[in-house]
C-alpha cells in the first residue's frame, strides 16, 4: 500500500454495514437461551459464569466501525458476514449441547513455540530487539484466562547450500537453499526433523520461509512432542514469512482445526519501512514510526540500516502493543471467533498494516460475551488482570480504556441500586 491522502471510500459491493438492531440481535437475549459448556472451568483462574447472564458487562461504551478510509482496507475488499453468538454457538456445539472436536474442550494450555534461526539466535535465543516473550506470554494468559506455556524453541536450520536458478522481479535473486525444522521435546532433545520451504534473496542475503509448509509439520508434530492438554500450539518467530508467490509477507497463518498456528514479528518493528512491491526490500529507520511503506518507484527518502535496531523506550513499546495484538486476535480465531463487523473491536479484520496498528487491543461487547461463554472467566476479574500486564508493558492507552469500562460497569450497578 502506498501512502496518500486518506480518501473516504465506500464498504463492499456485498457488505451489509450492520443497523442498531443487528448489534442487539448478535449480542443475544438476556439471560441467554443456550447451555453453557462446563469444560474445564476449573483452569479459569477468575471463574464466574453466571457473568454470562449479567447485561451490564456487555454493554460498555463502543464505537461501531466507521466507514472504510482507504480502498485496500479490509471491509472495503471483503464482504464479511459477522458472526453473533448464535452463530458462534452453533458453530462449536453438536445438537446434544456438548462442544464440537473443532473447539477441542480438552486442551487448556495454550503452548508458545519460539521458532528460531541461527542468523537470529547466534548467542541468545530470541533476539533482545524482539517484544519479550515473557509479557506476550502473561497478557495471552489474563486474555483468555488460561494457562500459557513457552515451549523450548524450534530451529530452523539451513542444511544444504545455494544453488542460484534465475532472478525475478517479484521474487528476488532466487535460490534454493534446504531448510529443516528441528523440534524439541520437554526435556530438550531435539526430536523432530523436517523440510521447510524457503525463498531466498542473495544479493540482499534474505530468506523468506512458507508459512504452511511450518504449519503442515507443527500439525503433525503436535501431539507427538508437546502432549494432548495443549488447547493449540503457536508458533511465534522473528523470520520473515509469506504465503503465495506473489505475497510480500505474510503475518501469519492458523490452522484452526488443527489448533496451531505461526505468527512472525518480523515486519511489526516500529522502524521497519518496506517496499509495498518487493518482498525483500525492506530496511530500518533509525526512528520509530507508524507507517511501514516507502514509495516503490523512489525508494526510501532516508538511508536505512540493513539489520534491525533495538527500538528506543517508545518504540518497545509500539512493538508490543503491535505484536500483542496480533497474537490475541489469532488466538480469538482459534476459540472459534471470526472477524467482527459489530463495533471497533480487536476480532475486526485487517486489510494492511495500517489498518492493522489501528485495531483496538479490546473485544467488543459481542465478542466479548462469546467468548465468556467458551471460558466462563469474571468479565471484571478479567479486565483487572488484563490491566495488571499492560501496565507492566507500558501500554497507558490501553490501560485507560479498561478502566473507563470498569468504572461504567460500577456507575450502571450503582444506577439499579445493586
Ligand atoms: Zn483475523
Ligand atoms: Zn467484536
New binding site residues.
Given amino acids: 500500500m502506498t501512502k496518500r491522502k486518506r480518501e473516504p471510500t465506500s464498504f463492499h459491493s456485498r457488505f451489509q454495514e450492520p443497523t442498531d438492531n443487528d448489534r442487539v440481535e448478535a449480542l443475544g437475549e438476556f439471560p441467554l437461551n443456550a447451555k453453557q459448556p462446563e469444560a474445564l472451568w476449573e483452569h479459569t483462574p477468575c471463574s464466574s459464569p453466571d457473568d454470562l447472564n449479567d447485561p451490564i458487562l456487555y454493554h460498555p461504551t463502543m464505537q461501531k466501525i466507521p466507514p472504510p478510509a482507504y480502498e485496500l482496507d479490509w471491509l472495503a475488499q471483503v464482504p464479511e458476514e459477522g458472526q453473533s453468538i448464535a452463530d458462534y454457538i452453533c458453530f462449536l456445539t453438536s445438537r446434544s449441547g456438548r462442544l464440537r472436536p473443532i473447539a477441542n474442550a480438552s486442551g487448556t494450555t495454550i503452548c508458545l513455540l519460539p521458532i528460531v534461526s541461527p542468523s537470529t539466535s547466534k548467542e541468545c535465543w530470541w533476539p533482545d530487539y524482539a517484544p519479550k516473550l515473557e509479557y506476550l506470554a502473561t497478557l495471552t494468559k489474563n486474555y483468555f484466562q488460561r494457562p500459557v506455556k513457552i515451549l523450548k524453541p524450534a530451529t530452523l536450520t539451513i542444511s544444504s547450500s545455494v544453488r542460484k536458478n534465475s532472478s525475478g522481479n517479484l521474487s528476488g535473486e532466487k535460490s534454493s537453499k534446504t531448510v529443516s525444522l528441528f523440534f524439541c521435546n520437554e526435556q530438550g532433545q531435539v526430536c523432530k526433523n523436517t523440510r521447510i520451504t524457503v525463498r531466498h534473496d542473495s544479493r540482499t542475503r534474505r530468506s523468506q520461509y512458507e508459512v504452511t509448509s511450518i504449519l503442515n509439520q507443527l500439525s503433525k508434530f503436535r501431539y507427538d512432542t508437546y502432549g494432548e492438554e495443549n488447547f493449540c500450539v503457536m508458533g511465534v518467530t522473528m523470520e520473515d514469512l509469506y504465503d503465495g508467490p506473489n505475497d510480500l509477507f505474510c503475518a501469519g497463518m492458523a490452522f484452526g482445526g488443527d489448533k496451531v498456528a505461526v505468527f512472525s514479528f518480523c515486519r511489526y518493528h516500529p522502524n521497519l519501512r518496506m517496499s509495498p512491491l518487493r518482498w525483500w526490500d525492506y530496511g530500518y529507520s533509525t526512528k520509530p514510526g507508524t507507517y511501514s511503506y516507502f514509495d516503490a518507484d523512489t525508494g526510501p527518502k532516508i538511508s536505512l540500516l540493513p539489520s534491525p535496531p533495538k527500538p528506543s523506550k517508545a518504540g518497545e513499546i509500539e512493538y508490543l502493543r503491535r505484536s500483542s495484538k496480533l497474537l490475541v486476535h489469532e488466538l480469538g480465531h482459534l476459540y472459534g471467533l471470526d472477524h467482527?463487523i459489530?463495533?471497533k473491536?480487536?476480532?475486526?479484520g485487517t486489510g494492511h498494516l495500517v489498518e492493522d496498528f489501528q485495531a483496538p487491543m479490546h473485544?467488543?461487547g459481542?465478542?466479548?460475551r462469546k467468548l465468556q461463554w467458551r471460558l466462563g472467566f469474571s468479565v471484571e476479574g478479567r479486565y483487572h488482570d488484563i490491566a495488571t500486564s499492560l501496565k507492566e508493558m507500558g501500554l497507558a492507552k490501553e490501560v485507560r480504556w479498561i478502566k473507563m469500562q470498569l468504572a461504567s460497569i460500577t456507575k450502571k450497578r450503582k444506577a439499579e441500586g445493586r
Fill in positions: 467482527c459489530h463495533y473491536c480487536l476480532m475486526m473485544l467488543c459481542v465478542c466479548l
